[in-house]
């Protein structure tokens, strides 16, 4: 699938954060989270669109000087294994290179099978290991580095 990408806008936050909900459950951010995370300074959210308009998916980066991290890549359930994630991977990756940063970081569930593939496939790296980050289940997380 091709999705069209594009920045997102507060027009979009009912549905992020319904997707957000659908996907992520009890530690969902709230819409309030949501906006005020879009609002912040170093930071660049895009999100996918069905050719219907629908957004079912969605993105966001974290960059500082010579650095960025991947804050989510979100895809929504019927549009998942379409090349979405990739699609929307692809563009946080370029506009990394754009702002001139030399690595990327993230952080994903160690069982989160379909996002490690993705985020090795993009040469990503583990280097570290936190132990019962994601709550509420407490499961262990990889950091992951990608140098530009």
Known sequence: M???????TAANLDR???LERVLFGP???SRASLAEEARA??????VAEAPDGNVIGYAGLWFGD???QVMTVAVAPESQRQGVGRE????LVDKSILLGAREMFLEVAVDN???LALYRDFGFLPIAIRKRYYQP???DAFSMRLEL
């Open 41 to 46: 300074d170093n930071r660049w959210y895009v």
């Open 113 to 115: 099978a379909p996002a």
């Open 88 to 91: 929307l991977m692809a563009a």
């Open 27 to 29: 530690s969902a951010w």
């Open 2 to 8: 091709s999705a069209k990408l594009r920045e997102w």
């Open 66 to 68: 010579e650095a960025s």
């Open 137 to 139: 289940g407490n499961i």
């Open 16 to 18: 992020i954060a319904e």
